[in-house]
């Protein structure tokens, strides 16, 4: 009972922290954690040489679509985490 318990905690853990995130970000409206863990995302398949949209894809078949869209999910990081600095600068303004 107690090893079960312990593999479904600890199984899986990085997901569950990453759904935990997302979770939290949306009730917080903190969206700038998509732009981290979407940089997390980007780096990890920069290091792996491949990515997942909707299906694997390996840097060593599909050069060029892997790519885009790795770029794809740097823009979506860029972008999220741009929104907490011009959100910060248009609050720090209003004061």
Known sequence: MIEKLKYVFTNKIKSKIAVTLM???MYF???W???VMFLLWVLIDIKNKQTHLFEEVRMSENFVLYWVIVL???FFAFYYISLF???TMYYSALK
């Open 23 to 25: 979770l939290s970000a």
């Open 29 to 31: 409206e903190t969206y």
């Open 33 to 35: 954690l998509f732009g």
């Open 72 to 74: 794809l999910f740097a």
């Open 85 to 87: 600095f011009n959100e």
